[in-house]
């Protein structure tokens, strides 16, 4: 449980957001969102509040690394 300060979480939908709520409350940890900009994958605005940072990778970074 504390092998890390830092979750790192891929992805944007709201399936999550107690994910980050409990990382956060119980185990006093930051949490990290990573997401994508894809037609496909949409973002949850409330998933981005709850997280402590934000990351966005865009089209053309996701295509020149093969994301997509």
Do not use: M
Request: charged letters at 30%; a negative charge; zero cysteines.
């Amino acid at each position: 449980r504390n092998h890390y300060d830092v979750a790192a979480l891929i992805d944007g939908d709201s399936d999550f957001i107690d994910l980050i709520r409990e990382v956060k409350d119980k185990y006093g940890k930051q949490v990290l969102l990573i997401t994508f900009d894809r037609a496909d994958a949409a973002l949850n605005e409330e998933l981005l509040l709850e997280a402590d940072w934000y990351y966005y990778i865009d089209y053309d970074t996701g295509h020149n690394y093969g994301f997509w």
